[in-house]
């Protein structure tokens, strides 16, 4: 048990161990920090991991975001363990416990914050972020020399006491990292988790104050238990308030009425709507996925140039278009009999089945759908050719009076490169429907390892149809991803047209066993698309194909691969004038 010196009584100075009790209780103390380094270890690293996420979710670009927060808050970790050499030995468990106290408001508050501060304050953004940031690592830094030096008041070696506290906190990184990614990610929005870590780490650190506490060994006993309260208060508070607030903050990024909004496994859906327009708009991460105003112009284009030019339609792959609407146009094909779709994300297909305002415009396109959750081994493809025939949900939304075979539709939620990589079989057509190369995730599908993926899985005589940005605010972009196509064996087809909600946007033909004059010809001689359309004609197909001078023209001939992805260096670097695309 702890005695306060003669020297020290009444000042609140260091206390001294005095020999301590028998029996289990000796190991208490010890037991107690241990614990605090285990759930501070996992805190901590959820803690890098939330700012990391919340900064992607704001800016994009992950690798950056997680690379410059996690490195800055370790060096914020090193400054504050050479700073706490400055700290005297006086009143350490009432440091202690305030440095908690401190990192848990600030660790739990710190996404609703950042959030805030890029609706409200854009000019001060990077000044609040950082300050989390800082301040956050700081604290941490302290953690560890903080028990440290608590500890070795309870153990008898310096070998004992940096076993005990560092391998606590190693191994509860380790289990924080385990839970965060298959836990928290797919359970709570980030806001909710950063109040969770905070209140399960603090609840420790509380039951380690309250045992000091009833031992006499806190100086400062009621700064302290104030602290401790406040801080209690404050994260019940804001666990409990977090999805309101996080609600109003989300409208600020948004010039129309949120109407829908989620955080799934792997990025944040958001659905607004105008009504003076009747325009409903979706985003993933902040980033416009589409207009309902103008949809049809983008999705058209993607859909029927390629389906015109394939002289068989039966089986056609879908790589991304989770939201039903490249699915929607395949289908009114008489002649497709099976339709793959593949789509990493579980949430955005579930979105797009069973929303009504998706479902209204996709026209219940997944209504049939066999939706394989995770891929069986060896991604099989079924091959089957049996036909679906519509619901009469279906007939109503199509405006058909009698039923009609339409194609059967699977879809997988997987990474469409571990897709291709692991499927067998081939495919007439593969429409390509992925977001733009705007992170190192997405740009790995820009990549000739991918399009050599693709040509195994291309049936002859089979052509590939994929959006591939904006030839005017991307320009290097688009010519990157028309040189990558080259560069793994294609021929390619370049075209664009104006789309409203995004301007001027471009698209590529792709196949590799026909001349292009006679594709060109083919295009020529088209005098009728083969389905309705509500915007695309012959002759808009055959102008699409025009560009102005030097528009196809680049000083650079690097193309992107695996390894080095220059289609994302050009995408984040060259592209949209430095525009923030979040209306």
């Given amino acids: 048990m702890y005695g306060v010196s003669s020297s020290e009584a009444g000042a609140g100075m260091t206390q001294t161990p005095a020999a301590p009790p028998g029996g289990w209780s000796a190991h208490l103390p010890t037991i107690l920090l241990a614990s605090c ?31 410059i927060i996690i490195a800055l808050m370790l060096l914020m970790m090193g400054v504050a363990g050479y700073l706490q050499r400055y700290l005297s030995d006086r009143q350490l468990l009432d440091k202690f416990i305030l440095v908690e106290c401190g990192l848990a408001l600030l660790a739990g508050f710190a996404p609703l914050a950042i959030y805030a501060s890029f609706g409200y304050l854009p ?60 836990v928290l990610l797919r359970t709570f929005p980030i806001t909710e988790i950063s109040f969770i870590v905070a209140g399960v780490n603090f609840a420790i650190a509380g039951v380690t104050f309250a045992y000091f506490l009833s031992r006499r060994l806190i100086a400062a006993r009621w700064l302290t238990i104030l602290a401790v309260l406040v801080t209690i208060a404050a994260l019940i508070y804001g666990y409990t308030h977090n999805r309101s607030w996080s609600r109003l903050l989300e409208q600020r990024f948004y010039r129309d009425p949120v109407v829908f909004s989620e955080l799934s496994r792997y990025q944040q859906l958001v659905l607004t709507h105008s009504r003076p327009a009747n325009d409903y708009r979706f985003y993933i991460n902040g980033n416009l996925q589409f207009s309902s ?83 069986s081994p060896g991604v099989l493809s079924s091959g089957e050719r049996a036909q679906l025939h519509q619901t009469p949900q279906q007939q109503y939304a199509r405006g058909t009076a009698s039923a009609e075979p339409v194609g059967r539709v699977e879809v997988f939620t997987i990474d469409a490169d571990r ?68 560069a793994a064996g294609f021929q390619t087809l370049p075209y664009h047209d104006n789309v409203p909600s995004f301007g001027d946007w471009g698209w590529i033909l792709a196949w590799y066993d026909t001349p292009e004059m006679e594709i060109r010809e083919r295009l020529a001689g088209l005098r009728a698309l083969p389905v309705p359309t509500r915007y695309l004609t012959p002759e808009v197909v055959r102008q699409a194909l025009v560009f102005g001078k030097g528009r196809l023209e680049s000083e650079h001939t690097d193309i992107s691969t695996l390894m080095a992805p220059r289609v994302l260096d050009y995408y984040r670097y060259e592209s949209w004038r430095g525009e923030r695309r979040v209306p």
Wanted: proline fraction near 4%.
């Fill in 123 to 182: 000019s001060h953004f990077r000044l609040i972020q950082y300050f989390f940031v800082i301040s956050i690592g700081l604290l941490i830094g302290f953690e560890i020399p903080l028990v440290l030096r608590i500890n070795q008041q309870y153990v008898k070696t310096l070998g004992a006491n940096l076993a005990t506290t560092y391998a606590f906190d190693y191994v509860g990184a380790f289990v924080g990292a385990l839970i965060w990614t298959y």
């Fill in 37 to 67: 380094m285990f759930f501070t270890g996992a805190a901590g690293l959820v803690s890098e991991y939330v700012l990391s996420t919340v900064s992607t979710y704001i800016l994009g670009n992950s690798i950056e975001q997680f690379s």
């Fill in 293 to 375: 105003v103008d949809e049809a112009i983008y999705h058209e284009h993607l859909v029927h140039p390629v389906m015109s030019l394939v002289p068989d339609r039966r089986r056609v792959l879908v790589l991304g278009g989770g939201d039903g609407l490249v699915l929607r146009e395949l289908l009114k094909y008489p002649q497709v009999e099976t339709v793959t779709l593949v789509d990493i994300d579980p949430a955005v297909i579930r979105v797009a089945a069973t929303h009504p305002v998706f479902t209204m415009l996709n026209e219940h396109a997944f209504a049939d759908a066999r939706v394989f959750t995770q891929a």
């Fill in 419 to 486: 897709f291709l990589g692991e499927v067998r079989g081939v495919w007439n057509a593969v429409v390509i429907d992925l977001p733009d190369p705007s992170s190192i995730e997405l740009a790995k599908l820009y990549s000739r390892e991918f399009y050599r993926k693709v040509r195994r899985v291309l049936a002859p005589g089979g052509m590939v149809a994929l959006q591939a940005t904006s030839p005017y605010h991307a320009q290097e972009s688009f010519l990157a991803i028309n040189r990558t196509l080259q």
